[in-house]
């Protein structure tokens, strides 16, 4: 059986009770809005890009503990990496919490979103996980429209 | 139409009520439902997703098994035996549904695929036939959006508009704004007989009687309502009622729409196609009669028959005890989960029936359905189908625990625990 303490570990309680970068960003040349119809999660990724890489990110919105805490460590593992890298940390975290990321696999290049491995193991909570990856892409792309989750 | 009114909090039952319930019970009931007696996540399953769907009884199971094992034919055309007698299940249905509905005649019950195509039917029919630009559409602000977006779609083509009475932050219909809508515009009222969000029971009585001194005819979403009220069609005076079977312990994919006769047969046909033809040349088609009409192509046979048996199961415990179960319930488990520190109830209407809603602190709905989850408890988080609702209460999202007639005490003790072990993981 799952395990709650895997799902709701404590890095990821405290994100979701206390946001990093959780505001709007004067300086954004890039943003879009995430949005899943199924729970009502709705979220808007700010970013300040310079040329090829992320100088600053924020987010605001609202969600479950998961999908906040998400994007709160996702704005934090992201903000100044170029897109390629951004990219490949979303291949990564996309993989761990589906469970496609070998157990004793290097996880290193995660960092602290190694925390959400748990959330494999709840399939239905992988769309709260990747929602704001889902928003970054789109605001990496330059989409204005809403990205939905279905 | 509600004969078994629910006061909270509780109040002495009637002792009518009480003697008609001494022979309710819920424990021996519980084996009438198979899917009740697996564990889930290794836990006894606690379901309290009624509003969703109901769990089905061994005889609806039985009667949808039977009628593929023995009597599978396809109806009002064959001339043989099994035609025959699997026409003769599917109508015997209809007169279930009928005389549970208190239904003048027969003819007056269609069937269709449930309460959300009903109202599609009667808003692509009634409605446009009779709603034209700079009329109106008075529907509540706590429908589901199956009673919402078929009459925006209407009222989009036909340059109507749609207006919304009003309700209270009890989660109650504001009668003194819904009469004020009202007036030589409106064409039909659509109202939710019990809100699936809130809990809700409006004042149909009332509603029904303002609409019709401006002669306005009124469709009731008996989707909640059925499973936990007694329904009579004709006091008050329905022009139009309807509901789905999965909700009331039969078949998904059946449902029924009562409409007057009188008003039936003034409406153009949904769909055409087989069966709802008296006669067809390239020239001209002469619709059959009611209810053949609006039941265009082989109907869903096996689910009439199940959603049949379903109120013949329902019959049998009787709705007064039903009620009077579920009554009680929604009683104790209102005042035990209120009085979990953090709560906050979403609907707090004095009559309600079988849907309790709530917050806890700033806990998401999802992480609490979740958590829950895992204690093998089922509820509903999120929506509800009611995105105006939510906005009205300022809210993206509510926890939803709703109740059937075979939930028991110590279920609501399990959501109580649960609950309480949602706050653990988040102090």
Not at chain 2, 61 to 79: F, L, M, P, S
Not at chain 2, 416 to 427: P, S
């Amino acid at each position: 059986m799952p395990d709650l303490r895997e799902l709701y570990q404590e890095v990821i309680l405290e994100h979701s009770k206390a946001p990093r970068n959780y505001r709007e960003l004067a300086t954004a040349n890039h943003r879009a809005e995430g949005y899943n119809p199924l729970c009502g999660d709705h979220f808007t990724v700010y970013l300040d890009l310079e040329g090829d890489s992320i100088r600053e990110i924020s987010f605001q919105g609202s969600g479950c503990a998961i999908s906040k805490a998400s994007a709160s460590l996702m704005t934090q593992s992201v903000k100044g990496k170029t897109r390629a890298e951004a990219a490949r940390l979303f291949d990564q975290f996309h993989k761990l919490v589906t469970g496609q990321s070998p157990a004793n696999g290097n996880r290193s290049e995660l960092g602290k979103l190694a925390v959400f491995s748990g959330v494999s193991e709840f399939p239905v909570r992988v769309k709260c996980a990747t929602l704001a990856w889902h928003t970054l892409h789109a605001a990496l792309q330059g989409k204005q429209q809403t990205v939905s989750t279905e | 139409m509600t004969t078994a009114a629910r006061r909270l909090p509780r109040e002495p039952r009637p002792a009518e009520v009480r003697d008609a319930n001494a022979e309710f019970d819920v424990h021996k009931i519980r084996r009438d439902f198979p899917i009740l007696r697996q564990r889930v996540r290794d836990r006894t399953l606690v379901y309290l997703d009624n509003a969703a769907t109901s769990q089905k009884p061994q005889v609806v199971i039985d009667a949808i098994c039977r009628y593929y094992e023995r009597d599978n034919a396809n109806i009002h055309r064959g001339v043989h035996f099994l035609s025959e007698h699997a026409t003769e299940e599917y109508e015997g249905a209809r007169r279930t549904v009928q005389s549970f509905l208190n239904a003048a005649d027969a003819g007056e019950i269609i069937f269709v695929r449930g309460a959300t195509e009903a109202i599609n039917l009667v808003a692509q029919t009634y409605g446009r036939t009779n709603v034209h630009a700079g009329d109106e559409v008075l529907i509540t602000a706590m429908e589901h959006h199956s009673n919402i977006v078929p009459w925006q779609i209407l009222c989009e083509e036909k340059g109507a508009r749609l207006r919304v009475a009003p309700i209270s932050d009890s989660g109650e219909l504001l009668l003194a704004d819904f009469a004020n809508l009202l007036g030589p515009r409106t064409k039909i009222v659509a109202v939710t007989h019990v809100s699936n969000a809130l809990g809700t029971i409006t004042p149909v009585q009332r509603i029904i009687e303002m609409a019709h001194r401006w002669n306005i005819p009124v469709l009731v979403d008996g989707a909640q309502a059925v499973p936990h009220l007694k329904v009579d069609v004709q006091a008050p005076e329905c022009d139009f009622y309807v509901f789905s079977g999965h909700k009331v312990y039969g078949p998904t994919g059946i449902g029924v729409l009562y409409g007057k006769s009188a008003l039936l047969d003034a409406m153009p046909p949904y769909q055409g196609g087989g069966d709802m033809i008296s006669s067809v040349t390239f020239e001209k088609t002469i619709y059959n009669k009611l209810p053949y009409k609006f039941e265009a192509g082989t109907p869903h046979v096996a689910g009439a028959i199940g959603l049949g048996a379903a109120l013949e199961y329902v019959n049998g415990l009787g709705t007064d005890s039903i009620a009077a179960h579920e009554h009680e319930l929604l009683a104790y488990a209102t005042e035990t989960v209120s009085a979990i520190p953090g709560i906050r109830l979403i609907g707090t209407a004095k009559e309600k029936a079988g849907v309790l809603s709530f917050l806890l602190d700033s806990i998401h709905p999802h992480d609490i359905g979740t958590i829950l989850d895992q204690e093998g408890i089922a509820i509903r988080t999120g929506h509800h189908c009611a995105q105006p609702v939510m906005q009205r209460f300022g809210i993206a999202a509510a926890a939803r625990a709703s109740f059937a007639l075979y939930n028991t005490r110590e279920e609501v003790d399990a959501l109580v625990e649960g609950i309480q072990k949602v706050r653990e993981v988040f102090a």
